[in-house]
């Protein structure tokens, strides 16, 4: 414990740690309080007098499951994971959470030549009557796309590519829209979607190429039609890749519902 109590406050006062994983193997309950006790003292002096919110984790074997998973250190309460990857790991997700609410918000941009009226227009003509979701012909959806300014071109599958862009109308979350990559990576984001979602939503190996514009700017549109459609369902584009500066994809479906029924 006279470890503990000692090492910690040296830790958080170096100037170069910008987060702290305390780890503990329990060797008996009295000894588990004691060592409990030093964190929970040293790191409440040590962060009352410093002006930097570091980050604290520990990594405890708690003898008795059923206790509280963090330690109350006086305004600070420390998280208690059950193995050391999971302490690391939380950490990480953090640093990621505090990366991203630092970046630029982003803005819902105007998009020239976006014609809701009549993407609605052809959206409600595929309805049907019932309840059940419909699917749109190949031949709407390709109107749907002129409407709202889409350049998007069917291809072969030699010219397909690898990426995956999808929307869902979650009944809790509204409309999501989703891209997955070459690489596997999922992103999503709620609609309406901004210009920095739609640069983070672009795969990385297209930003890479220097091919996101098109990516981006269709990305926006879907989000756009989406948003002023609630009729859709689902909106589906699959083997998505970039031709001659044009997005082109392997197949793609849109799926409408007549929610006044």
Not at 9 to 23: T, W
Not at 216 to 243: F, T, Y
Request: glycine share 6%.
């Amino acid at each position: 414990a006279q470890g503990y109590a000692k090492a910690v406050p040296e830790m958080l006062a170096r100037s170069g740690v910008d987060a702290l994983a305390i780890l503990y193997v329990p060797v008996s309950d009295h000894e588990t309080d004691q060592v409990v006790q030093a964190i929970r003292g040293s790191v409440a002096n040590a962060l009352k007098e410093e002006d930097r919110p570091i980050p604290v984790v520990a990594n405890i074997l708690l003898s008795n499951p059923s206790e509280p998973r963090f330690i109350d250190a006086a305004s600070r309460r420390i998280p208690v994971f059950p193995f050391p990857e999971t302490a690391i790991r939380a950490l990480a997700r953090v640093k990621d959470y505090g990366r991203f609410i630092l970046e630029p918000q982003g803005r819902v941009v105007d998009l020239d030549g976006a014609d809701v009226n009549r993407a609605r227009e052809v959206v409600r003509g595929g309805l049907g009557q019932t309840p059940d979701a419909a699917a749109l012909s190949s031949d709407a959806v390709s109107r749907i796309w002129d409407a709202m300014g889409l350049d998007i071109r069917l291809v072969g599958e030699a010219s397909a590519g690898q990426g995956a862009v999808a929307m869902v109308s979650d009944a809790l979350f509204g409309p999501i829209l989703g891209v997955q990559s070459p690489d596997t990576e999922t992103r999503i984001r709620l609609i309406p979607i901004t210009d920095q979602d739609a640069r983070r939503l672009v795969p990385r190996p297209v930003r890479d190429a220097g091919q996101e514009d098109c990516w981006m700017d269709a990305l926006l549109r879907l989000s756009r039609l989406a948003d002023e459609c609630p009729e859709i369902q689902s909106v589906e584009l699959a083997g998505v890749n970039v031709k001659a500066g044009t997005l082109v994809c392997r197949s793609w479906s849109i799926t409408v519902r007549n929610r006044s029924l």
